[in-house]
T-cell receptor, first 116, second 113 residues
Framework: KQEVTQIPAALSVPEGENLVLNCSFTDSAIYNLQWFRQDPGKGLTSLLLIQSSQREQTSGRLNASLDKSSGRSTLYIAASQPGDSATYLCAVLTNAGGTSYGKLTFGQGTILTVHP | EAGVTQSPTHLIKTRGQQATLRCSPISGHTSVYWYQQALGLGLQFLLWYDEGEERNRGNFPPRFSGRQFPNYSSELNVNALELEDSALYLC????????????FGSGTRLTVV
């Protein structure tokens, strides 16, 4: 059974800092990994998608890496801004049949607060 | 391009009643997924529909059911509502190949009183 863990559970930083969010997963047989952002009471916004064959993806100030063999991904946010404050979720799509077929497995998220 | 749309935005029901939630996927997406996000419990997988068929379901009782229509839109039905069904219900869609990832809607907030 795939399990996804995110560390830290919460993070508070001053504006302008570079920061790293961590995600680990137990089953390395993944199809892809996706990072999402969720604002309070809202839906999920996709930030980055990394296929299992890729090592990293970049979008603006965001960079996500994937080490499939060790079951780890990191989301790097450069020059953080107060508008980055949200919950960040990591999700993996397991490349397997059975109960994991087709479903994204989510971590519990990292609550990020960037203060001015 | 329109995103994934969900309706209604908010829904208040009495315990024991039935709730129907609706989802329209992105044009061209044939797969629809339903997730429940209850307070403090994270995102839990409910159902996956593809090409009109149920492909997988999570660990939820049978009173959670749904269907997918020929235009790939979907509805989630929750019968015999219980207080603990109060949650944000999120719908996502993807292409069948899933290589472009999942796109989520804004959710339906269901409150059972």
């Amino acid at each position: 059974k795939q399990e996804v863990t995110q560390i830290p559970a919460a993070l508070s930083v001053p504006e302008g800092e570079n920061l790293v969010l961590n995600c680990s997963f137990t089953d390395s047989a993944i199809y892809n990994l996706q990072w999402f952002r969720q604002d309070p009471g809202k839906g999920l916004t996709s930030l980055l998608l990394i296929q299992s064959s890729q090592r990293e993806q970049t979008s603006g100030r965001l960079n996500a890496s994937l080490d499939k063999s060790s079951g780890r991904s990191t989301l790097y946010i450069a020059a953080s801004q107060p508008g980055d404050s949200a919950t960040y979720l990591c999700a993996v799509l397991t490349n397997a049949g059975g109960t994991s077929y087709g479903k994204l497995t989510f971590g519990q998220g990292t609550i990020l607060t960037v203060h001015p | 391009e329109a995103g994934v749309t969900q309706s209604p935005t908010h829904l208040i029901k009495t315990r024991g009643q039935q709730a129907t939630l609706r989802c329209s996927p992105i044009s061209g997406h044939t797969s629809v997924y339903w997730y429940q996000q209850a307070l403090g419990l994270g995102l839990q997988f409910l159902l996956w529909y593809d090409e009109g068929e149920e492909r997988n379901r999570g660990n939820f009782p049978p009173r959670f059911s749904g269907r997918q229509f020929p235009n790939y839109s979907s509805e989630l039905n929750v019968n015999a509502l219980e207080l603990e069904d109060s949650a944000l219900y999120l719908c996502a869609s993807s292409l069948s190949s899933r290589e472009y990832g999942y796109t989520f809607g804004s959710g339906t907030r269901l409150t059972v009183v």
